[in-house]
């Protein structure tokens, strides 16, 4: 298994998808085969402007990950979302890779974030919470 890399090209594998004992790495090309989708928001950790990334189901459609199974999301510092299939169905989540058309890197939260657009807007305002957006994410496990 290759080890972890830094995001510096499009090749450079930064998200490590577990199932129970079976691990692989996807790179940034790897995860943009699939359509990318801009939306223009302010995050509350205080980046703004054009987030693009694909779509968070389809992304587990095209790995092959069921959509009747829970997903967890960790970040770099170990934080840690669940994400249930009722919960994807309630709400898109895009799973971002770019900020203003370049690649994440560490400052800017990345390698990857997760956010929901539609609360975008109610997060900013403090009347949402913004619990399922994550960043910085390096793993995404599933069983």
Known sequence: MPSQQEPSDNHAYILLITHHQDQRWLSLADIETLPLYDVELEHPEGLEGRFTGVWL???????GIPQDKRIRLIAHDDYTIFLSPSERDQKRYLLVTRLNGQPLNKQQLGPLLLVVPADAESVIKGTSPHTRWIWSIREL???
């Open 141 to 143: 496990r599933y069983s």
């Open 57 to 63: 189901n389809a992304f587990l459609e095209h790995q």
